[in-house]
């Protein structure tokens, strides 16, 4: 019973992102016979600023802020259904989504790496699946680049204009890079990831950036 409702949910995934297409016919029995049939190789999820707020992001952005993209069933199976409006989608795992993220502002300067300091300085995620998936997208240098950059802004002096928020993010950054030492995640930074796309968006991060990020995520600052 327990495999066949696993077996279930993983046909409605297929389903949901368009990898499987369902049609019911009558049998002479209580339930319908489903018949399955392929419609496309690759899945399809979304991500964008409004799935991000499904994932912890606690800044005001607008519901259509989303995109769609294809990956691959390990994506897939992190994957959930969620409603936005009146549309019911299925959203990307919260690395996957931030991955996405700094790769589209990569390609479309969207400003919205910010975002994705938001998330990382103020929640623990799974470094070494976001990794993965960095290097994929060829952003793995950046994205080690990006938490060694957060490590150096919060275990260094506070900053002069606002001690007060800097203090706080800090030990909460702290706490999650903790955790990080524990699961031996850190690891995996050390190694200087594949490709060079979005490295002069993480570069050019001022630490005042950083910190009202994590500051305005923490609802410390408007």
């Known amino acids: 019973m327990a495999w066949h409702r696993t077996l279930r949910r993983y046909l409605d995934l297929l389903v949901d992102a368009g990898c499987l297409k369902v049609e019911e016919r009558e049998v002479g029995s209580v339930n319908l016979q489903q018949l399955y049939s392929i419609r496309q190789r690759k899945p399809t999820l979304w991500a964008g600023p409004a799935i991000l707020q499904i994932h912890g992001l ?60 938001a998330i990382l300085s103020t929640h623990h995620i799974d470094l070494h699946y976001f990794f993965k998936r960095s290097d994929e997208l060829e952003i793995g240098k950046a994205t080690r680049l990006l938490l060694e950059r957060l490590a150096e802004i919060f275990t260094g002096p506070a900053l002069e204009t606002d001690a007060r928020t800097f203090l706080i993010c800090r030990e909460r950054f702290l706490k999650i890079l903790r955790t990080y030492s524990k699961e031996k995640s850190l690891e995996e930074s050390e190694n200087s990831g594949t490709g060079r796309r979005g490295l002069s968006l993480v570069k050019t991060l001022t630490p ?8 305005k995520q923490l609802g410390l600052i408007g």
């Open 208 to 215: 005042l950036q950083i910190v009202k990020a994590a500051g």
């Open 58 to 117: 606690n800044w005001d952005v607008p519901d259509h802020d989303l995109y769609s993209f294809s990956t691959d069933l390990a994506a897939l199976t992190r994957a959930r259904q969620v409603k936005l409006g009146n549309k019911q989608l299925l959203a990307a795992g919260r690395e996957d989504c931030l991955a996405q993220e700094i790769r589209r502002d990569d390609q479309k300067e969207t400003g919205t790496i910010e975002l994705v300091v």
